[in-house]
């Protein structure tokens, strides 16, 4: 019987899953090296912690690292029912507010290294987190994706520690109650972009798909989304690096202007305020301000005669 660590947040409704102590230890001395490692030898573990029957496709992992830059508080590679993630917004302020509850930080400027880079979170309290994202961009804009209906939607790729379709021209309500729809045609888009061999930079997939559309009302946002993540689910929270994505094209297009706030409400309803400063020539640096919740802590017992020990693949 083997015992896992773990504390569950969630920010904005999306839940995150930090593994607080585990069996692994890493060779690899950089987070790419240790993410690699990670999906070749221990991919029964990430089945093990998020999928059903302990877990469910909402899930996102977040497993504790030693640092492996000078200055960094810890290393954290993020995974969910399908994969690795390259980084994860609403994760990582879920990381803040489980290492605060630990008592592992304090309030305050914390580095945490990610296998896309090295990320800066500012504890402001015990739930509000001020995270500044690793150098997002816009890729290419307006991309015309042709559907099995007839109909042509058009969107921006661009990358904001993972990679996303950006769409406005859908032509569907962003509300709860258009789930079904919102679903269907995510997905359909995402299966086009596959099929057309449309990518992201160095032929990166693009797994992430954001349908934009008005806010429930101007006073309390300025947009809102519905994201699409690679194991299907959608995100409860406003998405940190889809907004980072946004925050690119938005800035690469010259309506937002830096240091200006802009909030995405997500599909339920929560809200990260964002904003933005020019790094780099075409890049910005992202800072997403959000709030995350610890609502369990405990154990999780890997069984190995139990034949659903380690997940039931998604």
């Given at each position: 019987?083997?015992?896992?660590?773990i504390v569950d947040t969630h920010t904005g409704g999306e839940p995150t899953r930090v593994v607080v102590s585990s069996p692994i230890h890493f060779t690899g001395q950089s987070m790419p090296e240790r993410r690699l490692e990670f999906t070749g030898k221990f991919d029964e573990f990430r089945r093990a912690i998020v999928c059903e029957p302990r877990?469910?496709?909402v899930m996102v992992g977040a497993l504790l690292?030693?640092?492996?830059?000078?200055?960094?508080?810890?290393?954290?590679?993020?995974?969910?029912?399908?994969g690795t993630l390259g980084m994860c917004g609403h994760g990582m302020i879920g990381v803040a507010a489980a290492l605060y509850f630990l008592e592992s930080i304090d309030l305050g400027t914390h580095r945490i290294d990610t296998p896309v880079g090295t990320v800066q979170i500012d504890l402001q309290s015990d739930r509000q987190v001020q995270l500044q994202n690793v150098p997002s961009y816009r890729w290419k804009s307006a991309v015309p994706v042709g559907l099995t209906s007839g109909q042509v939607v058009h969107g921006d790729i661009a990358w904001g520690g993972n990679w996303f379709f950006i769409?406005?021209?859908?032509g569907l309500a962003v509300e709860l109650s258009n789930l079904r729809q919102l679903d269907c045609l995510s997905r359909e888009i995402r299966e086009q972009l596959g099929r057309n061999c449309t990518t992201g930079a160095q032929g990166a997939v693009i797994d992430h798909i954001e349908l934009i559309g008005p806010p429930s009302s101007a006073e309390v946002a300025d947009a809102k989304s519905f994201v699409l993540c690679p194991?299907?689910?959608?995100d409860r929270s406003p998405c940190g690096t889809g907004t980072s994505a946004k925050l690119a094209c938005l800035a690469a297009d010259g309506k937002l202007h830096e240091g200006r706030v802009y909030r995405q409400e997500s599909i339920v309803g929560s809200i990260f305020a964002a904003s933005y400063r020019?790094?780099?020539?075409?890049?910005?640096?992202?800072?997403?301000v959000g709030a995350a919740h610890?609502?369990?802590e405990g154990e999780l017992l890997l069984d190995i005669?139990?034949?659903f020990c380690f997940g039931i693949p998604s």
């Open positions: 019987m083997q015992r896992i660590r877990g469910n496709d690292t030693e640092p492996v830059e000078s200055g960094s508080a810890a290393g954290v590679i993020f995974f969910n029912n399908v769409c406005e021209d859908h194991g299907g689910a959608y020019w790094f780099d020539g075409a890049k910005i640096l992202p800072t997403i610890v609502n369990a005669q139990d034949p």
